[in-house]
């Protein structure tokens, strides 16, 4: 890899890691209700990429199943579990989304594990067991279990995206933002309250956040990925965006102050090994790309 690609991709990791941790701050020192944060940042991803939108993919239902999916699903879980669960913890709970996709391919898809994968899964769960475990059993707190939930939606989304083809990048993220943006609107008025006087009381560290998450996170980062998933085979990426949760725990402690232990340590260590262990067996470069839209 290119001296230049290989910047770009530490940036890419380094911008998701930093969004994870802004993220926290923002659905709770900030106060701002969580479906209506996701909401806003998908308006502004459907705002820019509407030029992209038409003519939709087909088929349909799948395009927007699998938009509720990886959009307004996954983030907006994330942002709930964020609410009492550390950045730190999320990054590794999040991994669970590997391990979801390869289950869920053989049980949807029909595709079969190979034992390395299936070792790969193995390390993953039980790191994943190992942070979430407690003197007294499992600790599996209702953020965790929101954590958990979106890195499922994440899988879920993955596994139907490998079902539909010839979908350009923008296009996919113009139906991602307008139906996320749309069902999300309609979540946050029915669920939530106090929206816009959370968001008047932050005023213009909130817009600057929301614009920051939605064109520099979803878009600029994203489409950077995506470039370098034409130029590069994606058994090279893979291992290298786990760059993303190391730097996501390293920004927790710093920025948010997040308790990592030994324990946390060992777990999250078996939890990435896993990770990498499936990721260096050759997926669709699809299959990367989906897999990084929950991160």
């Not at 806003?40 to 699998?66: E, N, S």
């Not at 490998?162 to 113009?174: E, H, I, S, W």
């Not at 998450?213 to 470039?227: E, F, P, R």
């Amino acid at each position: 890899m290119r001296i230049r690609d290989f910047l770009l991709l530490v940036a890419v990791c380094l911008i998701w890691a930093f969004n994870n941790v802004l993220s926290k701050i923002i659905v709770t020192d900030w106060g701002i209700p969580p479906l209506f944060y996701a909401a806003l940042r998908f308006i502004v991803v459907a705002l820019v990429m509407w030029p992209w939108l038409l003519p939709m993919p087909r088929p349909a239902w799948r395009i927007v199943a699998i938009a509720l999916c990886l959009g307004g699903g996954s983030f907006s879980l994330l942002f709930v579990g964020l609410q009492t669960v550390s950045p730190s913890a999320a990054a590794i709970i999040l991994q669970l989304g590997v391990p979801f996709t390869m289950l869920l391919s053989v049980l949807v898809l029909g595709e079969r594990i190979h034992w390395r994968r299936g070792l790969g899964i193995a390390l993953t769960l039980i790191g994943v067991l190992i942070v979430t475990w407690r003197p007294g059993g499992l600790s599996l707190s209702t953020g965790l279990w929101f954590v958990a939930a979106s890195a499922f939606a994440g899988a879920a989304g993955a596994v139907l995206m490998k079902q539909v083809d010839g979908v350009k990048p923008f296009r996919f993220q113009a139906w991602v933002g307008f139906v996320s943006a749309t069902a999300l609107t309609l979540a946050s008025a029915l669920l939530e309250d106090g929206q816009w006087a959370a968001a008047s009381t932050n005023g213009w560290p909130l817009i600057a956040a929301v614009l920051f998450t939605a064109l520099i996170v979803s878009i600029g980062a994203h489409s950077v990925y995506y470039h370098l998933i034409d130029r590069y085979e994606a058994n090279l990426l893979a291992p290298l965006t786990l760059m993303t949760p190391l730097a996501t725990i390293g920004l927790g402690v710093l920025i948010t102050h997040d308790h990592f232990d030994l324990r946390m340590g060992i777990g999250g260590g078996l939890a990435m090994l896993g990770v990498l262990i499936v990721a260096l067996r050759r997926k669709p470069a699809t299959e990367l790309l989906v897999e990084r839209e929950v991160r």
